[in-house]
């Protein structure tokens, strides 16, 4: 198995990108790794495989954050590739990631489109939606890669019941920064790093990013000291923190307080990875409580309730009849 492409915007020229200035370890605190996490396997929508790094370990760990599926990297065989056909959310924002491969979404507002190759779709359920999500025809007839990653963001109490909305993030739109010596780069979907900013506008104040870092080289980036900060290896391997905790394909690291984060891709990478892919993830928590029921996130068991009688009654949307045949 060769899953080499990662598509995700690659830069042609590092060096041409703008830079992120080198931290003084002298005046910054760099965050520390606090745990380390395998990320377990589970099956999601008609049967896929994905590994779900949070929610499990500590939802408050992860706040504002509820959930992140990594999907692949898999080479689908014809027939084989499988997705999330109609459902409901509510009371949060799902944020599709496609690395490799493209998947088709359609909702009960008439919405859809296609994510492909580096692209991001950010979908506010707020007060309520039915979606499908499922790998492209194309995908599903001849096989092909897949890589993505879906990510869903909380949203306070005062923003749960406000309208569905989508962004479509287009690759070319991803801000796109070099470490201080060209080693490593970052493609910031959303949120700030540094004095950069990334497309994604969201609710809840998060900065979210993917790194490649190349074998032997080091990314530092300032954080905001008020977020938390996670760590999830997509592919390769290397380590976290000032105190080089390991940390590889599947592992989720969550760090602790402090102003920079540090990651490093081990000189020697092996199997599929190339270099040390990783999420940069991070927000300021919503400290709220959480009830969570499948698809529907809101505060209190009644609400969910209540959100399961919306659903049955139609009242967060049917399924377009055009999109029933055949
Ligand atoms: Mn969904």
New binding site residues.
């Given amino acids: 198995m060769t899953f080499f492409a990662m598509p995700a915007v690659t830069p042609e020229n590092i060096l041409s990108l703008p830079r992120l200035s080198s931290i003084d370890p002298a005046g910054a605190v760099f965050r520390d790794v606090l745990h380390v996490i395998d990320a377990p396997t589970t099956l999601e929508g008609e049967g896929f495989q994905v590994r779900r790094p949070f929610p499990g370990y500590d939802l408050r760990s992860a706040d504002p954050f509820l959930l992140l599926d990594h999907w692949g990297a898999v080479e689908y065989a014809p027939g084989e590739a499988r997705g999330?056909p109609w459902?409901p959310?509510r009371g949060f924002e799902?944020v599709t990631y496609v690395m490799d491969g493209a998947i088709r979404h359609r909702d009960s507002l008439g919405g859809g489109g296609v994510i492909t190759d580096g692209a991001t779709q950010w979908m506010t359920a707020g007060s309520g939606i039915l979606?499908d999500?499922l790998p492209t025809e194309e995908i599903v007839t001849r096989g092909g890669l897949f890589h993505a990653v879906?990510l869903w963001v909380n949203l306070p109490r005062n923003l749960k019941w406000t309208p569905p909305r989508y962004q479509d993030v287009g690759a070319k739109r991803l801000a796109l920064l070099s470490s201080d010596d060209g080693g490593a780069w970052v493609r910031l979907i959303a949120g700030e790093v540094g004095d950069y900013k990334g497309p994604g506008a969201t609710w809840t104040p998060i900065a979210y990013a993917h790194a490649t870092v190349t074998p032997g080289a080091r990314l530092q980036v300032p954080w905001r000291p008020d977020f938390n900060a996670l760590v999830y290896v997509l592919s390769g391997r290397g380590t976290a923190g000032p105190s080089t905790q390991s940390i590889r394909e599947g592992q989720l690291a969550i760090l602790g307080p402090g102003a920079a984060l540090q990651i490093q891709a081990d000189a020697q990478q092996d199997g599929h990875a190339r270099n040390l892919d990783a999420l940069l993830l991070g927000g300021l928590p919503i400290r709220e409580p959480v009830a969570f029921y499948g698809?529907f996130v809101m505060n209190t068991h009644e609400e969910i309730a209540q959100a399961i009688s919306d659903y049955r009654a139609g009242r967060m949307g049917t399924v377009p009849a055009t999109t029933l045949a055949p």
Avoid: F, M, N, S
Wanted: charge should be negative; charged fraction near 10%.
């Fill in positions: 999330a459902h959310h799902t979606h999500e879906q698809p």
